[in-house]
């Protein structure tokens, strides 16, 4: 264990470090990265073809990261690096991973979803990390990675229909020779987040250099820190299921207004809530009732210790509980060979292992809101005054229901271990003059396993509160659950017996084989016409077997597991493809004024899914050099996308939705608080909910009793494949060396536009009870045949929501659109230093346009600019939409030393309620900028120190009105200033 003195101590000594400390940006296909000493690439080396054009010139939109500019980030994962690129949003991500994600982090590019663009290495694809065929970023040890080239274009005639947005390629260091050792420690200004990652590679030559092999090794750690350490989360996620519990009255069998006035009035209270005798009643420590929904009589600290007056309404801020960054460890392995059989035939193979282990802090356990926790009015423990208003109930001996946090259970406690397996083996050489062949087979295993420990049994809850002891004859005390105190004092045997740990696990599987076969056709006299062709086929696998409790069971539709939503287990299912695909390059015109370069090529794919059947794919492109400086480039492409596996065959998971109290949020729509209830069409409204189930007799007065209801997603056999279209134009410059103060310019701009149509994904709860209720115009008859109503469970009895079903669905389309700038400029400094260089380095992206169409001819719904909260990493829309987004860098280096200063940006965005409940938007998100201040030096040829602050002026979070937790941990900073040292020792 790490003290605070010693943190502190590391933090002042990286600062120290830092402001001697210096390096450059990322690069671009305008400006691509190079070390200090290396003269500058005028092009970069082409990714996103199956052919490598003499020339290198990439006609796709490509950015291109360096290793050394990945290190100088000061991130602690490739993911993290690479979200710092305007053309990506928030992924799946690794820090605040957990509860199902194992710490896995996958990436989205402009916003598409995770499972709409590709992630390769050296072209070829990585072992997935889910069922959705993502892939987890953060198991490539660093010390492998030479470069990480992204297409922010479509590609899927040459890679597959999974790139729809763009690939991801990271390409490994080649003929390396020697050890290299990089070791990086960060640290927060408050002395928490520490983070640790340190890998190690090893490269030789063997058999006369006919041989090399690459080995690498690496381990990272993660320190966790809850919302307690952070005053931001002190009124956060305030829960109305808190450790008072609290009686829920029945719409049915509602106790006596009358009874309940009179007996606040012992209290000395005379204000009631109207419609009491519905109102949530909790429990004060001296045996005396409150209301929750108003604090009428509560006597409980409201400090935030523990418990919150919120508008008056008693709730618990489980913010303060729930980790904001886990407790993470990772170690992989990573070996790589080639061998030159002969001069024509070369063999190669590949293996990878990564370990991962996540322990997540989730808060404590609640009673389960789709199957009502009950008491018998035969409990001992039941308070005097509950006992006064359960008799003025119609029916006084029925069971009562009761809500609940568990203060007096451990919180829950996720572990979760990931382990990935990857082998692979192939050969490539020469078939005849000018045709070559690379084929290759690779196998990869992902196993998942997850603990939930302290989870709380239902069935076991439920023998205690029924007993006529109050179940102490099953347990030292039995569990009296009325009032806070009293919850706290459940003893250790009874925790035992309500509690276990609660086992699932994963299996995904996936086989691969692929021949690739390249040649020269013939010359038009500008170059050799150069073809590739590909057969492949790919075969994915998948099975998940969960704990027994979290099967619904004698509580269905909830499992016997508190707090969590069923599921199912799932048997082995697969899916696989088999491919043809065929690329063409075809150079038109070279070396001519004014066509410099004038070419034109095309791809064809034809998948057959063994699912959804055979699909075709096809790309045009063009490129034009006027001058040697300047290229215009563009692409055209027709993608189908198939449902992946996880789409298909993913079993029912239940997640928490939180829909607030109204009129303040949208809560139950058929809440008589809420706004739906009022104005032109309350009657329709009203009608709407008796027809779903609300008692007629209690329409009146109904009021849904908590914050949080809940939310089903699971996989549907029946989806159809998604189709695509995808354009991009545009231009780069690279200013002619030798042409002064600009000799080291380059510039790039493109535009893209992506639609995709019977688009795949999921509708958001808060989304469904929106538009069944018209909120924004969906259904102006107030039917409840709507599709969206259809997808609304309540209990027949008293009409509360159990839950929200959202399934995996073809809905209607996405459009979106916009123009990403890459720029850089050098001016050389000899005043400084021989080899001083100050730059700029910026990329900037625009959203012109994100609009979603949840069902065909529906109207279509603008997400420009918008802040969504915590939406799921492959849904669509995603977290977050900003129209403006920028990365620029202010900088000098030189061969030895050098200083950066970094801008982060994006621009203010609307909430989300602003698209689906204009008439009740929230306040949205204002700008949000960081600052960096990073750095390097080399002594001597072998050692290079680095170091930084990032979020140098300790920029606090921005409120997140749509977000459960008050923001999005996973798109803005929590951690605040911190700062990083690392070593690169090269032998």
């Excluded at 996958?106 to 997935?128: A, C, E, F, Q």
């Excluded at 009296?480 to 609660?502: E, H, M, W, Y």
């Amino acid at each position: 264990m790490r003290t605070i003195g010693t943190r502190l101590a590391f933090s002042v000594s990286a600062l120290s470090c830092a402001i001697a400390l210096a390096g450059p940006a990322f690069a671009q296909d305008a400006a691509p990265a190079e070390d200090a000493d290396a003269t500058p690439a005028r092009e970069i080396v082409v990714t996103g073809s199956l052919i490598q054009r003499p020339n290198n010139a990439a006609v796709s939109p490509i950015i291109s990261i360096s290793d050394t500019a990945i290190k100088e980030s000061g991130t602690p994962t490739l993911q993290d690096a690479l979200n710092q690129i305007p053309s990506f949003t928030v992924g799946g991500n690794a820090a605040t991973g957990g509860q199902g994600t194992g710490g896995r982090a996958s990436i989205n590019l402009h916003g598409l979803g995770t499972n709409r663009n590709l992630v390769l290495l050296d072209g070829k694809r990585l072992p997935v990390s889910d069922i959705f065929g993502n892939v987890d970023v953060n198991i490539l040890p660093d010390a492998i990675i030479g470069s990480i080239d992204t297409i922010t274009g479509g590609a899927s005639a040459v890679y597959g229909s999974d790139a729809i947005s763009g690939v991801v390629n990271f390409k490994t260091i080649k003929s390396f020779e020697g050890v290299k050792v990089d070791l990086m420690n960060s640290i927060s200004e408050r002395g928490d987040a520490y983070r640790f990652n340190g890998s190690l590679a090893l490269g030789t030559n063997f058999a006369d250099d006919r041989g090399h092999l690459i080995a690498a090794f690496s381990y990272a750690n993660q320190d966790p820190v809850d919302g307690s350490k952070r005053s931001f989360f002190y009124d956060k996620t305030p829960s109305s299921f808190i450790g008072t519990g609290t009686f829920v009255p029945s719409a049915t069998n509602a106790p006596s207004a009358a009874v309940i006035q009179g007996l606040f009035a012992g209290y000395g209270v005379s204000a009631l809530p109207a419609n009491v005798q519905l109102a949530n009643l909790g429990f004060n420590n001296d045996g005396t009732l409150f209301v929750q929904n108003g604090g009428q009589n509560y006597r409980g600290p409201t400090n935030g210790n523990g418990y919150l007056l919120v508008a008056n309404n008693v709730r618990m801020p489980v913010g303060q509980q729930i980790q904001f960054l886990n407790a993470m460890k990772r170690k992989s392995a990573f070996l790589k060979a080639d061998y030159e059989l002969s001069p024509s035939l070369t063999a190669y193979g590949q293996f990878m292992y990564v370990d991962l282990n996540v322990n997540t802090e989730s808060g404590g356990s609640l009673t389960q809101f789709p199957t009502l926790t009950t008491i018998p009015v035969t409990n001992p423990f039941i308070p005097a005054g509950l006992r006064t208003v359960l008799a003025s109930r119609p029916n006084p001996t029925a069971n009562f229901s009761w809500n609940a946090r568990y203060v007096g259970v451990p919180d829950k406690n996720w572990d979760e271990s990931y382990r990935v397996l990857q082998y692979m083996a192939g050969m490539r050489g020469d078939i005849t003059e000018g045709w070559t062949f690379d084929a290759f087979a690779s196998y990869d295993e992902s196993n998942h396993d997850q603990t939930m420990r302290n989870a709380v049994l239902k069935s076991q809850v439920q023998r205690l509160l029924s007993a006529p002891d109050g179940g102490a004859s099953l347990c030292a005390g039995g569990f009296n659950p009325f009032g806070d105190a009293n919850a706290r004092s459940l003893s250790p045997q009874c925790v035992s017996f309500i509690t276990k740990n609660a086992f699932s696990q994963e299996k995904l599987g996936q086989t691969q084989a692929q021949l690739q076969v390249n040649g020269k056709l013939f010359d038009l006299g500008a170059g050799p016409v150069q073809l590739a062709m590909v057969a492949n086929y790919r075969r994915n696998t998948y099975s998940f077997s969960p704990d027994t409790d979290f099967i619904a069971g004698a509580f269905a539709p909830g499992g016997n597991i508190e707090g969590v939503v069923n599921t199912l287990p799932v048997g082995k299912k697969a899916i696989s493809v088999k491919e043809l695909a065929a690329q063409i390059d075809v150079p038109l015109i070279s070396d001519k004024p004014f066509f410099r370069e004038l070419g034109i090529g095309g791809a064809f794919r034809v998948s057959d899914y063994s699912v959804t059947g055979s699909v075709t794919s096809f790309e045009l492109d063009a490129r034009w050099k006027p001058i040697d400086a300047l290229m215009f480039r563009g692409s055209y492409q027709r993608a189908v996308r198939a449902p992946n596996i996880g789409e298909l065959f993913a079993p029912p998971q239940g997640t928490q939705l939180v829909i607030g109290t109204p009129p303040s949020a949208l809560g139950d729509p058929c809440d008589s608080r809420s706004t739906a209830r009022v104005g032109a069409n309350a009657t329709q409204v009203a009608a709407l909910c008796v027809a779903q189930g609300v008692p007629a007799a209690a329409i009146g007065s109904y009021q849904f009793p908590t914050t949080a209801t809940g939310q089903v997603v699971a996989g549907n056999t029946g989806l159809t494949p998604e189709r695509a279209t995808t354009f991009n134009v545009g231009f780069v410059f690279n200013a002619p060396r030798g042409g002064g103060v600009f000799g080291d310019f380059s510039l790039s701009v493109d535009y893209y536009n992506i639609k995709v149509k019977d688009v795949i994904s999921t509708v958001p709860g808060l989304t469904v009870l929106s538009k069944c209720f018209n909120l924004d115009g969906s259904n102006t008859t107030y039917s409840n045949a709507n599709a969206y109503c259809a997808l609304i469970s309540r209990d027949p009895t008293t009409g509360q929501i159990l839950n929200v079903a959202t399934p995996y669905q073809n809905l209607g389309q996405v459009n979106t659109d916009g123009i990403e700038v890459q720029a850089r400029w050098g001016v050389p400094a000899p005043f400084v230093g021989e080899s001083g260089k100050f730059y700029v380095d910026t990329s900037i992206g625009w959203l012109h346009k994100y609009e979603v169409q949840l069902l065909p001819g529906a109207a279509f719904l603008d997400y420009t600019g918008v802040s969504i909260g915590g939406a799921n990493p492959g849904s669509v829309p995603p977290r977050a939409t900003p129209k403006w987004r920028a990365l620029t860098t202010f900088g000098y280096r030189s061969d030895v030393v050098g200083l950066g200063l970094r801008w982060r940006y994006q621009s203010g965005m609307k909430d989300n309620s602003a698209v689906l409940t204009p008439a009740n938007a929230q306040i949205g998100v204002k700008p949000y900028a960081l600052w960096d201040l990073f750095g390097s030096v080399k002594v001597g040829d072998s050692f290079e120190l680095r170091g930084g602050v990032n979020n140098l002026l300790d920029r606090g979070l921005p409120i997140v009105s749509s977000s459960q937790n008050g923001t999005d941990t996973a798109l803005y900073d929590a951690i605040g200033r911190s700062f990083y040292m690392g070593l690169k020792v090269n032998f």
